[in-house]
């Protein structure tokens, strides 16, 4: 072959190669929210005169305040697979810089045990140890693994030293197992020392995907977060949604769920306002297409506290506004859901529900949308509109149990993803 035809060889491989990597991109499959440990996981309730007394919280242990020489082993569920994956940690609310001792990813077995053959190493720039600054996220190097969709991953990471109050996301609702003294990232199953459902430091879980793969960013409030709901069920309405598309086929769109119980539009509250928030959470997820958002009843509730702000109905939509025009700057298709019934809840009054309303006649007639879903019609009752299905409500008239978010999940068209229905 003479030199003219090698370079043209040469060339052709190069062009297939580039093309090859074109084709694969990476796409988050889960991701949480970070909040800071010294921060609620879900607001408080607040008392107003008539309303019915909220349910007595059920005890439980004391909140993990810090991590020292111990493992955290934490449970995600997928919503798209692949063949290569990679996580992100977040030092976002340390007090100092973390130092990650090791990390492992491998395919869940059953409660902490992990598939043996499954188990991989993590390393972080090709350090297996790594320092995260305060403030920072760090994304591991990727690894082979057949990662499946609607599937259970253990992510394993070992805190060498004095963690400090660890970033966390509250509301997980999946057991994650901690360990007594010791590195077991790499071992088949440990006796954990306590458990408890949050996720500590674990922010996102990515897979190499098809360059046509999307994402859904559902983003909102603990009913986003799936509060109440039944813990490692998979219950919220968006693993819900998740689960729908996968049964129908849908092997291109990834859902993931950037709730935070207690998390407010116009002020922080459980985690940052929805805008200081939105860049980490929506505009930077990787492979995003479409947003879902639904928040502001913690706002609206909040205002019915003895001396609280008042809050409008204008302030709410402008916030509304300003992550529709973010959103589309970055050709991501923006969904509106109607905020849900809340009468009965503990910060419920008759003001607020004509917030409520208003903001609900906005989402359903405006024409900034690309979309809504109307989980307001979905999930009142009809002789009641104001309060939630007595069938859907699981106790505090504001959550919806999981017959509720799997009727919000439901009722979404997939359509609004470019979905189409198949013929009979």
Do not use: C
């Not at 963690?163 to 990232?185: I, M």
């Not at 007639?365 to 690309?370: A, F, G, H, Q, R």
């Amino acid at each position: 072959m003479n030199t003219r035809l090698l370079r043209i060889y040469a060339i052709t491989l190069l062009v297939s190669a580039s093309l090859a990597f074109g084709q694969e991109h990476w796409v988050a499959t889960w991701a949480a929210s970070p909040i800071a440990t010294n921060i609620p996981a879900a607001p408080a309730k607040p008392v107003v005169a008539g309303a019915p007394a909220a349910a007595p919280a059920k005890p439980g242990p004391a909140p993990l305040r810090s991590f020292n020489n111990q493992t955290i082993r934490m449970v995600v569920n997928t919503s798209i697979g692949g063949r290569s994956v990679r996580v992100e940690l977040a030092n976002t609310f340390g007090a100092d810089r973390l130092k990650v001792g090791a990390a492992h990813i491998a395919l869940r077995d059953h409660d902490s045990a992990i598939v043996p053959a499954s188990d991989r190493p993590l390393t972080f720039s090709g350090l297996s140890s790594v320092t995260i600054p305060v403030g920072a996220s760090m994304i591991s190097d990727p690894v082979e693994l057949a990662v499946p969709a609607i599937g259970d991953l253990v992510v394993s990471i070992y805190i060498p030293g004095d963690s400090g109050p660890p970033t966390q996301h509250a509301t997980g609702l999946h057991t994650t197992y901690v360990s007594s003294d010791g590195d077991f990232t790499g071992s088949p199953d440990f006796t954990a020392a306590r458990t408890t459902n949050s996720w500590y430091y674990l922010s996102s879980v990515q897979v190499q995907a098809p360059a046509d793969t999307g994402l859904i960013v559902a983003f909102g409030d603990s009913i986003t977060d799936g509060a109440t709901s039944t813990n490692d069920a998979n219950a919220a309405w968006p693993s819900v949604l998740a689960k729908r598309l996968h049964d129908a086929g849908v092997t291109s769109l990834a859902v993931v769920n950037q709730g935070i119980s207690g998390n407010r539009v116009l002020t922080d509250g459980a985690g940052v306002s929805v805008l200081a928030r939105f860049e980490r959470d929506v505009l930077t997820q990787p492979g995003i297409k479409y947003l879902v958002f639904m928040e502001a009843i913690n706002d609206i509730g909040g205002a019915a506290r003895a001396g609280a702000s008042p809050v409008t109905t204008e302030e709410i939509i402008a916030i509304y506004q300003q992550m529709i025009e973010r959103a589309h700057m970055r050709g991501i298709k923006v969904i509106g859901a109607t905020l849900t019934p809340y009468e009965g809840a503990g910060y419920y009054s008759e003001t607020g529900e004509g917030i409520r309303s208003a903001v609900n006649q906005w989402i359903r007639t405006t024409n900034m949308l690309d979309g809504i879903v109307d989980f307001d019609k979905v999930t009142r009752d009809p002789d009641h509109p104001g309060q939630l299905l007595p069938s859907f409500n699981i106790r505090d008239h504001l959550h919806p149990n999981d017959a509720g978010y799997k009727a919000m999940a439901e009722s979404i068209d997939l359509s609004l993803f470019g979905v189409r229905a198949k013929k009979p």
